[in-house]
């Protein structure tokens, strides 16, 4: 079935370093969404996109839709502590269904 | 505030017992969904329904039964678990569940349930 390789899995940063995650999948994808989930709650969405190569920034994220639609990057920049949490992308396919990638877990000392 | 509203938090249940999760949306939207999520793997879709009708059963046990009555609640009714079906149900909504913008899902906060 269709996957989604989310990288890394997990990331330990000094806060202010900035942070760059990705997905990448054999298959192509007419939306892209990057949610974070916080402990104990559930995804929240920061970022859709709906084009091929498209750039779009949310304060300190940038997210891109990758030219051939099947992949995607976030980057955050200038980390703080609230960025802590589990970062996932997902990919919407032709059904409409959503396909998640496996989630990068940040974390971020102070 | 997502606008989806899981209820309970956290249930403990024994593998004999018959509990029901529920769901609630403020968001006008018409279609609904469960998703399963355990540790270390991708959020697992079990459920869809669009305007109160299943149109996606995603090879669930029918250990759990879905119950959509109207656009803005839906159900989860378990019984006979399994300690392997603990984990974390999410329910979300969108708009619609067709291919377009308009299908951007939100997220409740989730049921933490742990079966014994």
């Known amino acids: 079935g269709q996957q989604l390789n989310q990288s890394p899995q997990s990331m330990f940063i000094q806060e202010g370093e900035d942070v760059s995650m990705n997905c990448t999948s054999s298959?192509?994808?007419?939306?892209w969404l990057w949610y974070k989930q916080d402990p104990g709650e559930g995804p929240v969405l920061l970022i859709a996109?709906?084009?091929?190569?498209e750039l779009t920034s949310n304060g300190r994220l940038t997210a891109q839709f990758g030219i051939t639609r099947k992949d995607s990057f976030l980057n955050i920049s200038a980390s703080i502590p609230s960025d802590v949490g589990i970062y996932f992308c997902?990919?919407?396919?032709?059904?409409?269904?959503?396909?998640f990638g496996q989630g990068t877990t940040l974390q971020v000392k102070p | 505030e997502t606008g989806v509203t899981q209820t309970p938090r956290h249930l403990v249940m024994g593998m004999t017992n018959k509990k029901s999760l529920k769901c609630e949306q403020h968001?006008?939207?018409?279609?609904m969904y469960w998703y399963k999520q355990s540790a270390k793997k991708p959020l697992e879709l079990m459920f869809v329904y669009n305007f109160k009708e299943q149109t996606e059963n995603n090879s669930v046990p029918s250990r759990f039964s879905p119950e959509c009555p109207n656009s803005s609640h839906l159900f989860l009714h378990l019984h006979t678990l399994q300690p392997e079906d603990s984990a974390l149900y999410l329910c979300?909504?969108?708009?619609?569940?067709?291919?377009?913008?308009?299908?951007?899902?939100?997220f409740g906060a989730g049921t933490r349930l742990s079966v014994l």
């Open positions: 968001l006008g939207h018409n279609a």
């Open positions: 298959s192509i994808f007419n939306t």
């Open positions: 996109l709906y084009k091929a190569g």
């Open positions: 979300a909504s969108s708009q619609e569940s067709q291919p377009s913008a308009k299908n951007i899902q939100y």
């Open positions: 997902a990919g919407q396919v032709n059904t409409g269904k959503l396909i």
